[in-house]
């Protein structure tokens, strides 16, 4: 559509345009009014940056994560939603093979780079990564770059960065869905969703497939469970009796910095457990598979023996790498280079303390049991749902805070001051080290939780100078074309 069209038709609130920004938003008729007028600054930033031309509009969420942390790389399942903040992005073709892009806010630097087989990544922490990342996968998805047509952008996004709610993941969807919209290109959504979930990889980061799966494949009105190798999804209803509160720890979790390697190196600790639960049950020291879900399906019974297992075959100190070689039969240099390995090929040096490798393991099988108890509750036609929910998400933060040890003390403290106000459960979401925590509230009392947990935590923090801290969320549509 002509970008002065569009605009003028946004301007007019026309039901046309309104329908369609409301039906990706679970009717939220708020969040359709605040997506309209980031739309109409997105396409003033366009036809000054560019030009006043046909343009696509695309939109990836970001998402929460209700149960299920940590669990994807490990091959188990994850029951998050997609929701109402996302990336919004006003796309035009250009007539070579150059993708150029700009932000609405200046500070965001734009830039631009060539469509090529092997594209190179700019510098660590640059946002522009994010935009590479969606081309290099859909290149590697195709095996070609050729006619590949670049592409001018603007990008518009209100998922609150470095907080546990994907806006990289919801950055990396929308760039390839304009990728895909400017090439007359469609991939089927799961496909789609297997293609982004490696694309962390080009960011250095061995993360699993969630974040990019939901914002690909959101429900609006639902929330998903996910499986992994390959990406399955089962619709999950929430109880009707509660609402979702995100709070905002304003600890910074950001992917290209200090949440990176921690979240590499609980990576390596579930590889290395994988690897001795495998050899301890009398299997060959094997390289690949190598996710603790390949030794749960194929060697034990389920998750009690599996539970039962890690704790005794498993000691509690942590591994030094001379431990893991003995267990593991292999020498020492194996054990460091080849054991203590990401996926992505970074290799991880022994933590002071050792590889906490039972307590991780411990963590991924119990939350993993959660994730299926939580589905078989919200889609059966059990009373109380929210409370046996609540209670859930509550053993969930305690191992993730306890055995996995991605909490922190600020974390801890907003799910204390959700709990304190009556929440049925409260957790953190994401891969942690700051970032958001989930409350499943009762519903119609999120004022009241928000001032509650604003006195509790916000103002003893110093924090009340931030006017966006705490978010409803109803789950959202996942990622698509709005306007064409
Ligand atoms: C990050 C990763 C996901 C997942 C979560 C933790 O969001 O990108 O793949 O591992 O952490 O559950």
Avoid at 85 to 113: C, E, H, T, W, Y
Avoid at 155 to 176: E, K, M, Q, R, Y
Avoid at 309 to 319: C, F, N, P, Q, R
């Amino acid at each position: 559509m002509n970008s002065a069209a569009l605009k003028a038709k946004l301007e007019a609130k026309d039901p046309s345009v309104m329908e369609v920004l409301l039906s990706v938003n679970a009717q939220a008729a708020d969040v359709a009014e605040e997506a309209r007028q980031r739309l109409i600054n997105a396409i003033t930033v366009y036809e000054k940056t560019f030009a006043s031309e046909e343009v696509v509009v695309v939109r990836a969420p970001g998402r929460v994560n209700l149960i299920g942390e940590h669990t994807d790389y490990n091959g188990f399942p994850v029951m998050p939603m997609a929701i109402s903040r996302d990336m919004l992005i006003v796309a035009g073709a250009s007539k070579d093979n150059v993708i150029s892009f700009a932000n609405v806010i200046p500070s965001f630097q734009g830039g631009s780079f060539t469509i090529e087989r092997n594209i190179p990544p700019y510098q660590g922490g640059d946002w522009g990564n994010y935009i590479k990342s969606a081309t290099q996968g859909l290149i590697d998805f195709w095996g070609t770059e050729e006619g590949l047509q670049g592409l001018k952008m603007v990008i518009d996004g209100n998922v609150p960065l470095a907080s546990g709610l994907s806006s990289s993941a919801a950055f990396t969807v929308a760039a390839a869905e304009a990728i895909l919209a400017i090439n007359g290109r469609t991939i089927d959504p799961v496909v789609l969703a297997e293609v982004m979930a490696k694309s962390d990889h080009y960011v250095g980061m061995a993360s699993g497939g969630m974040d990019q799966s939901i914002s690909i494949l959101g429900q609006a009105g639902k929330c998903l469970k996910i499986d992994f190798y390959p990406i399955r999804t089962k619709l999950v209803t929430l109880p009707k009796e509660a609402d979702i509160l995100v709070c905002h720890s304003r600890v910074k979790a950001a992917k290209a910095g200090n949440a990176r390697v921690a979240y590499n190196m609980r990576t390596v600790e579930c590889r290395i457990a994988y690897m001795l639960l495998h050899k301890l049950a009398g299997k060959a020291g094997a390289k690949e598979p190598t996710m603790l879900y390949d030794w749960f399906a194929n060697e034990t019974e389920g998750f009690d023996d599996a539970l039962n297992k890690i704790e005794t075959a498993l000691v509690d100190e942590g591994y030094t790498v001379k431990m893991i070689a003995e267990a593991l039969g292999v020498s020492e240099e194996y054990a460091a280079k080849e054991v203590c390995l990401t996926k992505t090929g970074e290799v991880m040096p022994e933590p002071q303390g050792g590889f906490q490798v039972k307590k991780r393991a411990r963590h991924v099988i119990s939350e993993a049991r959660r994730v299926e108890d939580s589905m078989a509750l919200l889609n059966g036609d059990s009373e109380n749902k929210a409370e046996a929910f609540g209670l859930l998400m509550d053993q969930s933060h305690a191992s993730c805070r306890d055995d996995y040890e991605i909490s922190c003390e600020e974390l801890n403290a907003l799910v204390e001051a959700g709990k304190a106000a009556g929440s049925y459960g409260s957790r953190l979401t994401g891969a942690g080290f700051g970032g958001c925590t989930v409350h499943l509230i009762p519903k119609g009392k999120g004022p009241e939780f928000i001032k509650k947990i604003h006195e509790a935590y916000y103002l003893p923090h110093d924090l009340d100078g931030y006017a966006d801290n705490q978010y409803l969320f109803a789950p959202a549509q996942g990622a698509g074309v709005l306007f064409k």
